[in-house]
């Protein structure tokens, strides 16, 4: 790689760090401290430094959390552990690795497409994409303790990994990609569809031959379970319940299927309200059984109306991937930009090259995660980066047939 594509991604890097951390230090005084889910990941982290373990508090009592992903809090963790409980600390280093992942983007690009200008081009634009520097509404960038910002880096960092090994066969990468997908999905659990959808994809790949899938891919299954074993066991441990992720899928399959659902969120009251049908007494049962009872409240629900389930099922797919937040009351002009040429890019542009159809994977992870639960700009936005990947490669493409045209003009 030449002196001036390196010069490029520094360039890139510096102006993505300098509008994060002006971002950082210019701040709202209200919105400094943690809040929403931030509460939580916070009091979390704090209990990790303390030696307290992944733990927070309930009516005045330590109790071990299972009903949120660990990785984040252990990433607050460290971050406390070497600079005091300093959200200023945690949120500087959010902007560092925001402006690190632009040049992630910039490597994943260039390895699927092999070409420069396509990679630049989605570097530049995740670097300068708004959303990515301030957020949008209540979510998103480096100045908000969120889970989906640093979701966002960890997912790109196995994104990278996971198309160098399948494009070289590098059995250490192979490893590593398999490590990484595990940290991904202990930080925000939902991406365990993703591995899912991989393994159906690669084993068509190699038509379908049970041999030769687990001779190349094997590798990444193997070390996906061994990273997620000592959670797995430090749950069983604790509960005594095999709970291999969290125990909020249930809530979650119940919000977004029940009669109250229009494809998004029901609000904190309409919740309380379905969760309360669903466990007349709740008082003695254990976060794993709740959950078991509100998933079976969600296929019962589903159950007793099934002419709605396409429409409930459009409805999630539409809040999920339209450019509007809380309903219609925020239009993301700049999430709008990205959706309709990463479409064009993704209609008229595609190369349908094996590498690509991983980027293709991850939009239909997302895109089903919301048809199973329900749709959320919040949880869409450590993907837009991938439509971003697409917007490039339309933009490469009209600027190349634009020069085309007018040299034939000349």
Known sequence: ???????????????????????????????????????????????????????????GS??????RAPMYPMFLAFVYSIFGHNYVAAKVIQAIIGALFCIIIFYITFIIYEDIAIGLIASAFTALYKPFITGFFFYGGPALLLSEYFYMFILGLTILITVYFI?????????????FIGLTILTRVEFI???????????????????????????????IILTMAPWVVRNYIIYKEFIPLTTLGGTSFLVGNSSFSRGGGIGHENTLLVKGKAIK??????????????????????????????????????????????GFKAFNPFYAFILIFGAIGLLFFRKHIILENILLILLLSTTLT??????????????EPYLIIFTALAINEIIKRMKGNNICQK
């Open 370 to 383: 919301a048809m199973l639960i329900y749709g959320e700009p919040r949880y869409r936005y450590p993907y």
């Open 193 to 223: 569809l993703f591995p899912i959808l991989l393994a159906v994809f690669l084993f068509y790949v190699t038509r379908f031959s049970i041999k030769t899938f687990f001779k190349k891919y094997f590798i990444i299954y193997l070390f």
């Open 281 to 326: 007494n709740s008082e003695n049962f254990s976060d794993n059984r709740k959950s078991k009872i509100y998933f079976k409240a969600g296929i019962t629900e589903l159950a007793n109306n099934p002419k709605r389930i396409p429409k409930l099922f459009i409805k999630k797919i539409l809040v999920h991937w339209a450019p509007f937040s809380m």
């Open 167 to 179: 494009k070289n066969a590098n059995k250490k990468m192979g490893a590593l990609s398999g490590i």
């Open 1 to 59: 790689m030449s002196n001036k594509i390196r010069w490029a991604l520094f360039l890139i890097f510096i102006t993505a760090l300098f509008f994060r951390l002006f971002v950082v230090f210019t701040q709202e005084e209200s919105k400094r401290l943690p809040s929403t889910d931030g509460i939580e990941y916070d009091d979390a982290a704090l209990n990790i430094v303390s030696g307290n373990g992944f733990s927070y508090f309930v009516n």
């Open 62 to 67: 330590m109790q071990p959390m299972v009903h």
